[in-house]
């Protein structure tokens, strides 16, 4: 990970700007592009973290189990929730890494002139 740690009040500062509509397009076309490496990164990294075993199985049957529609509809988004966030945090914690490889590698570019 990192060697440099950011402040809070770095990060807030750097989710504002990303916040402007330009900044986030020109993210998300880099995002697209790198989509499948990204996509294999992020399964392999919640098999490896056991978020997709017997457990999660597990819940799936429970939700699919339940009688009642309403209550099954309620389960089904709460499992779909969680999920969400965690694929949203494994995906921040690879967004970390890229920028530190992306930076490590803009690093060694510049040496070498």
Excluded: C, N
């Excluded at 700007?17 to 993210?27: T, V, Y």
């Excluded at 921040?92 to 590698?105: F, S």
């Amino acid at each position: 990970m990192a060697e440099h740690r950011y402040s809070a009040e770095q990060v807030d500062a750097a989710v504002a700007a990303i916040a402007d509509g330009e900044r986030f397009a020109d993210a998300q076309e880099l995002v697209t592009h790198a989509a499948p490496g990204l996509q294999q990164i992020l399964g392999a990294a919640l098999d490896a973290g056991g978020f997709f075993d017997s457990a999660h199985q597990g819940e799936i049957s429970r939700v699919s189990g339940v009688d009642d529609g309403e209550q099954r509809r309620i389960a089904l988004a709460e499992l779909v929730a969680e999920e969400s966030r965690l694929a949203m945090l494994v995906g921040v914690a690879v967004g970390l890494a890229l920028a530190d490889e992306l930076a490590a590698a803009d690093d060694q570019q510049r040496s070498e002139r």
